[in-house]
């Protein structure tokens, strides 16, 4: 109903009546919004398998019975903890099973056939992107009695190639991100990250701008930046689209290398980033993350900085002891909120966040008064402290 609206407005409108060119329209217009209706439903099914690979993991493994003979036909359940959703697939003849589109969040798999006891593999925590594991080896007995499986949580990354890091939703808000810019976890997370623009990194704003790692020796622009399966690249040079909340995310992952197939667009990293999801109970925070001048130490520069006095300089403090060049005025307020929850329990989940920043440093006064005394004297053309460094030009 809503295409046959839009183009029922949007088609040639005539004048001669009801009938006739009218009718004609008006067929043209049902016919262009049925087949638009197919266009979109073929593009969404379509890309929805390549999405979901990129915003999930996978659960496969081996069911056998005590002699270690594969179990055709076992029912095999992974039921989300903290959502009560539930996957399940059976067993062929070798045994073996596959869920291969699982999202990230933490498991309870259990395996269950006639004639043998119900196994429980212990409860694990699914990431972005890991293919987790499983072995179980059944024991008789009745359906009925639950068997769990002395067994440690699957490894991380044993049946793929791909090479890279995660942070989980409670290292990335527990770290000190200096302007609370999500990406600055790229450098600290994988080997091989480095950038020759560290305050990149120290943009305020969360959108265009922010500062891209160089990954493996590849530019900055040769990265792609992926936010909960969709393209978070934009098109002018590459730039970063979009960075939420460190307090929004469930996931954050660092790809350098041997990325698998449905990850392309990219020579040096991929940074894939999955928000948060709503649970069967509701939960959020609210934040503000301060910095002011009055708690930081003055910088380097302002430390060791100069005024001419008579034929020479006076460096750091002035001869009353009082600093030349005090901390340059700085306040920075990071500050939002999150909250999710359940809208059906077991089914349908929200989650939403806010996140704002307010942000002002002043110039330091004694720059611009200093380079006025400067020039005013006609000294010499570079302004030098005790340690031969420049420190203004006039």
């Not at 003979?69 to 959502?83: E, P, S």
Request: charged content about 15%.
């Amino acid at each position: 109903m809503l295409f046959s609206f839009l183009f029922s407005r949007l088609a040639p409108y005539s004048s001669t009546g009801s009938g006739g060119v009218g009718q004609h329209n008006s067929c043209r217009a049902l016919m262009a919004s049925a087949l638009s209706f197919c266009l979109l439903t073929a593009l969404l099914v379509a890309v929805q398998p390549a999405c979901a690979q990129e915003t999930s993991g996978a659960i496969v493994g081996t069911v056998v019975d005590p002699n270690g003979a594969a179990v055709n036909g076992a029912i095999i359940t992974a039921k989300d903890v903290d959502r009560g959703t539930v996957l399940t697939t059976k067993t062929n003849d070798t045994g073996a099973f596959v869920l291969p589109i699982v999202p990230a969040g933490n498991y309870l798999v259990t395996a269950q056939a006639p004639g043998f006891g119900k196994a429980a593999f212990p409860q694990f925590t699914l990431v972005l992107n890991q293919t987790a594991r499983l072995a179980f080896q059944m024991k008789i007995g009745e359906v009925s009695q639950t068997i769990e499986v002395n067994a440690t949580a699957p490894i991380l990354q044993t049946d793929t190639t791909l090479m890279g890091a995660i942070v989980d939703a409670h290292t990335a808000q527990a770290l000190p991100l200096s302007t609370h810019n999500l990406n600055e976890l790229t450098l600290i997370t994988t080997p091989g990250v480095i950038t020759p623009n560290p305050f990149g990194f120290k943009a305020t704003q969360n959108t265009f701008g922010t500062g891209r790692p160089y990954v493996n020796g590849a530019r900055e622009q040769e990265n792609n930046f992926i936010l909960d399966g969709m393209d978070n690249n934009q098109p002018d040079n590459n730039d970063v689209a979009y960075v939420p909340a460190p307090d929004a995310i469930q996931e954050y992952n660092l790809i350098t290398g041997s990325a698998p197939a449905d990850f392309g667009n990219y020579l040096g990293g991929v940074v894939n980033v999955s928000i948060k999801s709503g649970t069967n109970d509701y939960h959020g925070n609210l934040y503000e993350y301060i910095r002011r001048s009055g708690l930081n130490a003055n910088s380097w520069d302002h430390n060791t900085a100069c005024l001419p006095n008579g034929s020479g300089f006076v460096c750091g403090r002035n001869t009353d002891g009082s600093q030349i060049a005090p901390r340059t005025p700085l306040r920075y307020d990071d500050f939002g909120f999150t909250f999710g929850g359940p809208i059906i329990k077991n089914k349908l989940f929200f989650f939403a966040d806010y996140a704002e920043s307010l942000f002002r440093a002043l110039h330091s006064r004694f720059y611009s008064r200093d380079l006025q005394q400067c020039c005013a004297a006609d000294l010499q053309p570079v302004f030098q402290c005790h340690t031969g460094r420049p420190h203004a030009v006039c």
